[in-house]
């Protein structure tokens, strides 16, 4: 039975259409099959998890502002109009170049005439002894259920020791990127709406939540004027700030410092880089490039191959002939976007061209009422207007009607009043994976 796949085209099979593989339903994996939809290709997302996560409130889930439902989405869902996408839930465990396959980890194979990249990055811990075994990163569902659980589980026996011996909870958040300034803001939050809505029997000054990173300022990518901002309005919450303070070492519930200080904790939060080594995508090529990343041309195919694609974080996609484009979402969706042409390109046999990021500026939010946004020509919204432009900016970006409806009412109703919230302890949360 014929299918119809877009106006004016009739395809009898998808079997016998150009078959292209993507591999990672993040940002870059996603706005690929968007741009592949209802084309004249068969596409296939591979995913270890069937649904897509919205990673910037991420930090919300950590910090029980959002429940996990609220930032992700199904992915079959998302494509359930394009007939010529699907979808397979499964972990990648290699790719054989020669064959043009896709090794599957538990059996099986997939053949591929183009192969998409997108497998994203993961936390970087730059070999710090212990990082990667006990500080909680937050890149993925998984790993904010589980910082939910050990934040929450921390204030709960702080309550519980409160008439016998009461105890001090410490909060390290490492890395003074938009991450750790966000998640700094919501944590503390997070503690005086406990203590004030929960009925929590905690001292508040026994509990410090301290934000450390190497460099000179929080918010590099920012202006100057920007950075400082962002610590007073932090500092008002009652976030610490430690600067130029390298950590050497974490341990189950203690961090050491290089100036010899060693500090228990409830939690050490790690929000200091990403890299793609460790991630699947470090193993695609023979000689990756910086941070793990694939090596690309300036179209998006990998270097030294004709059908095999990178896009978003796994990608080293040059921003000029000297620089490469930072590892942030609007790069992943983009990059994702021009991918899918230049596939179509290829297919139709007309040559491609090459990438050019769109700089449309960066963002984060510290509170409410506080946040900033930077345009690309270096003009800087601060306070509630920088608030607004994060909110709509985020809502807008959030895949599903459902959860930009249900993420809208939850923020309005905080904007008025503290609700009880997803203030859950998950039996499971510490074994997802």
Not at 126 to 138: E, K, N, R
Not at 188 to 194: D, F, P, R
Request: proline fraction near 6%.
């Amino acid at each position: 039975m014929a299918t119809s796949l877009e106006s004016g085209a009739v395809f009898p099979d998808y079997v016998d259409l150009p078959h292209v593989v993507i591999i990672g339903g993040g940002f870059a994996g996603i706005a690929v099959a968007r741009g592949l939809a209802n084309k004249n290709v068969r596409v296939t997302i591979i995913d270890k998890h069937n649904f897509h996560t919205f990673l910037p409130l991420l930090y919300q889930v950590a910090t029980a502002m959002l429940e996990p439902a609220e930032v992700a989405y199904p992915i079959r869902t998302i494509f359930g109009k394009a007939k010529n996408v699907g979808f397979r839930h499964a972990q990648v465990r290699e790719v054989d170049h020669a064959r043009s396959v896709v090794v599957l980890e538990h059996g099986g194979e997939i053949t591929f005439d183009h192969l998409v990249v997108a497998t994203g990055a993961t936390a970087a811990f730059f070999g710090i002894p212990g990082a990667s075994q006990f500080a909680m990163p937050l890149y993925s569902l998984a790993d904010a259920r589980r910082l939910r659980n050990r934040l929450l589980t921390s204030l709960e026996e702080a309550d519980a020791s409160a008439d016998t011996t009461p105890i001090s909870l410490n909060f390290i958040i490492v890395g003074g990127g938009p991450t750790g300034v966000e998640t700094s803001g919501a944590l503390s939050e997070l503690i005086k709406t406990v203590i004030k809505r929960d009925g929590l029997r905690i001292d508040p000054t026994r509990v410090r939540v301290m934000l450390v990173d190497l460099a000179p300022r929080l918010l590099t990518p920012f202006p100057e004027k920007a950075s400082a901002y962002a610590k007073r309005e932090l500092e008002k919450m009652g976030v610490e700030i430690e600067l130029g303070r390298s950590v050497v070492e974490v341990e189950e519930r203690a961090i050491r410092f290089a100036d010899g200080e060693r500090m228990k904790v409830a939690a050490v939060i790690w929000a200091a880089g990403v890299t793609a080594s460790g991630t699947m995508a470090h193993d695609v090529q023979p000689s990756p490039g910086p941070g793990g990343r694939l090596r690309v041309m300036p179209d998006l195919r990998l270097v030294e191959s004709n059908n095999v694609w990178a896009v978003g974080d796994a990608a080293a996609v040059p921003l000029d002939e000297t620089s490469l484009c930072p590892q942030l979402a609007p790069v992943a969706m983009q990059s994702g976007r021009h991918c899918a042409e230049q596939i179509l390109r290829t297919i139709d046999g007309k040559p491609t061209t090459s990438f050019r990021y769109r700089n449309k500026g960066i963002m984060a939010t510290i509170g409410r009422h506080a946040a900033i946004a930077k345009l690309p020509g270096g003009t800087v919204f601060k306070g509630t207007t920088g608030w607004l432009a994060w909110l709509g900016l985020h809502l807008w970006y959030l895949v599903g009607f459902r959860n930009r409806l249900r993420v809208m009412i939850n923020w309005t109703w905080r904007y008025f009043d503290w609700p009880s919230g997803p203030r859950l302890i998950v039996a499971d949360a510490e074994t997802a994976e």
